[in-house]
């Protein structure tokens, strides 16, 4: 069951669900990457919750005019009305009050929520709830989907998907360095309108797969879980899209199998999926990889300490010292030292007297910033500033660098 959902082996609709979640993941990457380099990300959440009213208003105003309530068009267009409107005010609060940006999200996302819970009470308690089955775009649904409504949803994320593409560079540069895109003669403000434009446009589409509550994770997870394998930035949006789109496909293909469970919720499940595998395997930023940098620094710092030992015949204790010591060829299994060994020991502790000498002199004073007790000092000096070092402090021959 599972291998025919993944192949798309399950019928048209459901095909046609996978395909429109699949367009949404990769457009609600994309867009959330821009949220969350300009460090707004929570302004998703204020607009997701915000659309919450306008679903239940259209489907009030449907039923009165004698319409089918459940339009998918129709509750997507209340939604976009009442999320601009939310996105409006937030705009206002934070431009002409003393609220702070997050202050204005609480605030718009509570009573924005909290009036869209009465109204649904009130739909409930009208005999007509049931019947609507609104519930579904808070957690997200695909039980019951027409395939009028994939269509909507999937031209609905192709369309956000375009949008995002031809945006994408002002987008970048202000997401990046605000004060330098508006020195360029771009403005800040009508982009950063159009980068909430869109998120409220990916939120809409996003409505009946994933659901108000969620969406705001399809926004953000994908880009973090990006920004663990890159630092450019276009790579981060290239990534985070496919990260989104691999998550929606995964959610949208699963939940297919069981259509008892909500679509969104496995979404979002696959989505942390990939962003637990990125927080552990990513090379660069990743838990695994920062593990390997401490326990190579560790071994680093051992050896070094086991050569000064040897250049100063002291004894060694440490264990895990005298086993690196041998691994390197520098003792011989009873602890004596090699020839190459000591050779090496000779030079560490030559290196310390020439990094006192460096660290004590004002003019090497850049040099001397990068002295860690690991660096090798040919890294960042001369030879020839070498050799005044040594001349300084008298280095014998063989251990000239």
Known sequence: MVYEALTLQLGYNATLVAIGATLLGISAGVTGTFLFLRKRALVSDAVSHATLPGVCLAFLLMAALGGDGRDLIGLLLGSALSAGIGLWCLNWLTRNTRLAEDAAIGAVLSVFFGFGVVLLTVIQTLGIGKQAGLEGFLLGSTAGMLWEDAVIIAGGGMATLMLILLLRRPMILVAFDAEYAAAQGISVSRVDMMMMGLVMAVTVVGLKIVGLILIVALLIIPAVTARFWTERSEYVVLLAGLSGGLAAYLGAALSATAPNLPTGPIIVLMSFALFALSLFFAPNRGVLAAVMRHIRFQRRVHL??????????????????????????????????????????????????????????????????????????????????????????????????
């Open 304 to 401: 070094r300490q086991g050569l000064l030992a040897l250049a100063q015949s002291q004894p060694i204790y440490e264990k895990l010292t005298l086993r690196l010591l041998r691994r390197a060829g520098f003792v011989r299994p009873d602890g004596v030292a090699t020839e190459a060994g000591r050779a090496r020991a000779a030079k560490a502790l030559r290196d310390e007297k020439r990094w006192e000498i460096v660290r004590a002199d004002q003019t090497h004073e850049a040099a001397a910033a990068l002295y860690d007790g690991l660096r090798e000092i040919e890294t960042v000096m001369t030879k020839d500033q070498i050799a005044e070092i040594d001349r300084r402090i008298g280095a014998p021959s063989e251990v000239l660098a």
